[in-house]
Antibody, heavy 120, light 107 residues
């Protein structure tokens, strides 16, 4: 059974950097798109970006200048960093496993979510 | 970015009702759309991928249809555990984008 467990600081100040790590338990680390999604309180989810085991990335253009993702295949971990935080970055952040086929893609496993609050 | 518009934004229904939720894309996305269910305080759960493929373990009362710009999620007979918020997600091109959600409530 695949599980994603995520952790990181939940309360940050404006201008600080968010750092979250997601560890994959069970299953392979190769062949998937390890992704981050956030959800502001009371709103719909927003796709942040993805990275594969080889380090290939795609980011949401709305966040691209502030986002970095990385992988550590030996630990089956991937990490999100988001710089220059403002109150607008307050959200629940999720990690997720993206699975791609010839004509389909989906997120089948998700982390438990981390509420990140940006406040002075 | 492709905009995904869901309707309705909220819906009240009774146990046993048939319910349909619609998602419209701002441009054609072939069949590259998924449906997710989210309950309060939980991560989204995959129901349908590739517009109409049922994820393993998901009850058969859930079904999806559509291609191009117009898609539907149908629940054939509502069960108590189905009251949640539903989101569509397009994976046709980057950035992937979600609909704004449909909150399904008990009448």
């Amino acid at each position: 059974q695949v599980q994603l467990q995520q952790w990181g600081a939940g309360l940050l100040k404006p201008s600080e950097t968010l750092s979250l790590t997601c560890t994959v338990f069970g299953g392979s680390f190769s062949g998937y798109y390890w992704s981050w999604v956030r959800q502001p309180p009371g709103k719909g989810p927003e796709w942040i970006g993805e990275i594969n085991h080889g380090g290939y990335t795609n980011y949401n253009p709305s966040l691209e200048s502030r986002v970095t993702t990385s992988v550590d295949t030996s630990k089956k971990q991937f990490t999100l960093k988001l710089t220059s935080l403002t109150a607008a970055d307050t959200a629940v952040y999720y990690c997720a496993r993206g699975q791609a086929g010839p004509t389909n893609f989906y997120y089948d496993y998700w982390g438990q979510g981390t509420l990140v609050t940006v406040s002075s | 970015a492709i905009q995904m518009t869901q309707s309705p934004s909220s819906l009240s229904a009774s146990i046993g009702d048939r319910v349909t939720i619609t998602c419209r894309a701002s441009q054609g996305i072939r069949s590259e759309l998924g449906w997710y269910q989210q309950k309060p305080g939980k991560a989204p759960k995959l129901l349908i991928y590739a517009a109409s493929s049922l994820q393993s373990g998901v009850p058969s009362r859930f079904s999806g249809s559509g291609s191009g710009t117009d898609f539907t999620l149908t629940i054939s007979s509502l069960q108590p555990e189905d009251f949640a918020t539903y989101y569509c997600l397009q994976d046709y091109n980057y950035p992937y984008t979600f609909g704004q959600g449909t909150k399904l409530e008990i009448k």
